[in-house]
């Protein structure tokens, strides 16, 4: 049987260190403080913002919410990022994206500043990810694909990893930050041939596509580390991974359960962004 790596753990150890480095910035008179900016009612936005909020409260960060009107960010927006990046009383700003507008999308991303842009939605902060520079912050997913590494004491150090996805989000940036402590990365995406065979020789397996229960029993071997970034419903409107997991479980060394994985760290990451920008003041 594998061994299951949970989420909730990982948030639990991060909420708790967290905690403290907020009360020794609340001891120097500073409050840390995230912007959320959300345009329109969708669901998805809503309970993130919502589980971002409470990690937040657990932790001592203060929460700032813009609602904006869904199709009516072109004027309204920019605006509001201005005066984000001008508060010295903000130190992190996360939008929820896509929006539909997607020039003022583009703008609002560009318009950030990267010290304060807590979910690498710009490029510069995707350029410091790249270059190892330091400038910004990697995007929380991929980042919490590492606290969870880290967290059950996986070393990745020399050993042979395959990511499915490509994506800016996921795909690409946690395999940089993989290379960066001395994997092998090999990312695969919807050309690649062999998939199937690719995966099978991989010490750790990350699944970041978007497909329900894609990664089937072919897709892995014994011993292996199988993270599932996933998040989907199937045919019966259930919640779960690009991993199927009821036929990977039996065969592999660990895996992450989906819900209850990957997911569960995000929002500890975001929170320990806020922190990292509130020290760095
Ligand atoms: P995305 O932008 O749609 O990227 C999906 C990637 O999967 C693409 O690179 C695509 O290849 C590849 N792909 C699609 N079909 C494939 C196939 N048949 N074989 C091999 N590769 C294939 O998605 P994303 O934003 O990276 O998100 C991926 C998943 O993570 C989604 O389920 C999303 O809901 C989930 N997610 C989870 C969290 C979390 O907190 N756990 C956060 C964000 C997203 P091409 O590039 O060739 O098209």
């Keep these: 049987m594998a061994e299951i ?6 948030a639990a150890k991060l909420t708790e260190e967290l905690t403290e480095r907020c009360n020794a910035l609340k001891a120097k008179g500073i409050i840390p403080s995230l912007a959320m900016l959300r ?3 969708k669901p998805g936005d809503i309970a993130y ?3 971002a909020s409470k990690r937040c409260e657990k932790i001592g960060i203060a929460v700032k919410k813009i609602i904006l009107p869904e199709n009516e960010t072109s004027d309204r927006i920019a605006p509001c990022i201005l005066e984000i990046n001008e508060d010295d009383s903000i130190h992190g700003c996360l939008i929820f994206r896509p929006l539909n507008d997607k020039n003022a999308e583009r703008s609002a991303c560009e318009m950030l500043l990267p010290e304060k842009d807590v979910d690498c939605m710009t490029d510069l902060s995707l350029a ?29 150090e020399g050993k042979n990893i395959v990511i499915i996805g490509r994506s800016l989000v996921i795909g690409r940036p946690v395999a940089m930050l993989l290379m960066s402590r001395n994997a092998t990365v090999t990312i695969c995406h919807s050309r690649t041939r062999n998939l199937p065979s690719i995966c099978r020789k991989a010490d750790i397996l990350i699944a970041a596509i978007g497909r329900a229960k894609f990664v089937s029993a072919d897709f892995v071997s014994e011993g292996q580390v199988v993270i599932d970034v996933g998040i989907n419903t199937d045919g019966e409107g259930k919640l779960c991974g690009d991993v199927d997991y009821d036929n990977v479980e039996p065969l592999v060394g660990a895996i992450t359960p989906v819900p209850g994985g990957v997911g569960a760290v995000t929002t500890a990451v975001l929170a320990k962004h806020v922190i990292e920008s509130a020290e760095r003041v």
């Design 5 to 10: 790596l949970k989420g909730s753990p990982v």
């Design 39 to 41: 345009a329109g009612e």
């Design 49 to 51: 913002e919502n589980g």
């Design 128 to 156: 410091g990810v790249f270059t190892g520079s330091g400038t910004g912050y990697p995007p929380c997913t991929a980042q919490a694909c590492i606290e969870l590494l880290d967290h059950y004491g996986i070393d990745v």
